[in-house]
T-cell receptor, first 113, second 115 residues
Framework: IAGITQAPTSQILAAGRRMTLRCTQD?????MYWYRQDLGLGLRLIHYSNTAGTTGKGEVPDGYSVSRANTDDFPLTLASAVPSQTSVYFCASRIKGDAGELFFGEGSRLTVL | AQSVTQLGSHVSVSEGALVLLRCNYS??????LFWYVQYPNQGLQLLLK??????LVKGINGFEAEFKKSETSFHLTKPSAHMSDAAEYFCAVRSPSGSARQLTFGSGTQLTVLP
């Protein structure tokens, strides 16, 4: 089935631990994004990548890192998790073109204790 | 800089009643505008978008939105609500120019449909 796959779907993590959220797309979209969703705040952009080999910082990048070694994969890493990173994380990719819509994965729910 | 304001974090309507979800934006240039819907425990999916041309845009599931430049608004409507419309709705804006061109989302409106 074409689309975006995120893993894990849910994770409980101790503070201070390292965690990588995986995102894979099979639509050959150039642009990919990581958002976090928090109640009352909507979606906020963490990091993005316009094409393989390049990444950029979004609105809330602190404490997160990304890499884009190829077109399909865009992992998000929390080097040392903190409770404020408890959130639902969504990966998305975009059809080519300025007005192209975003396609979203089903999210990864992360709880940091 | 661009921003989006969704008036009303929660909206309740009766089944069969008009749905009106409000969205106002700020942008230095006429933007691209989007409405996304999120059903429980799912990712967001596109309802409709405005880029250029006709200001009344029709989307999926009977929803439509009208771009009003003078009011900087892009309100979402549906003539008759259905129980299956219960979800969270997000308005989003993207500037057509600039190096980043990232989507900025509103804080969302939770729609409840009452039987």
């Amino acid at each position: 089935i074409a689309g975006i796959t995120q893993a894990p779907t849910s994770q409980i993590l101790a503070a201070g631990r390292r965690m990588t959220l995986r995102c894979t797309q099979d639509m050959r979209h150039n642009a990919m994004y990581w958002y976090r969703q928090d109640l009352g705040l909507g979606l906020r952009l963490i990091h993005y990548s316009n094409t393989a080999g390049t990444t950029g910082k979004g609105e809330v990048p602190d404490g997160y890192s990304v890499s884009r070694a190829n077109t399909d994969d865009f992992p998000l890493t929390l080097a040392s998790a903190v409770p404020s990173q408890t959130s639902v994380y969504f990966c998305a990719s975009r059809i080519k073109g300025d007005a192209g819509e975003l396609f979203f994965g089903e999210g990864s729910r992360l709880t940091v204790l | 800089a661009q921003s989006v304001t969704q008036l009303g974090s929660h909206v309740s309507v009766s089944e069969g009643a008009l749905v009106l979800l409000r969205c106002n934006y700020s942008s230095s240039v006429p933007p691209y505008l989007f409405w996304y819907v999120q059903y429980p425990n799912q990712g967001l999916q596109l309802l409709l978008k405005y880029t250029t041309g006709a200001t009344l845009v029709k989307g999926i599931n009977g929803f439509e939105a009208e771009f009003k430049k003078s009011e900087t608004s892009f309100h979402l409507t549906k003539p008759s609500a259905h129980m299956s419309d219960a979800a969270e709705y997000f308005c989003a804006v993207r500037s057509p120019s600039g190096s980043a061109r990232q989507l900025t989302f509103g804080s969302g409106t939770q729609l409840t449909v009452l039987p």
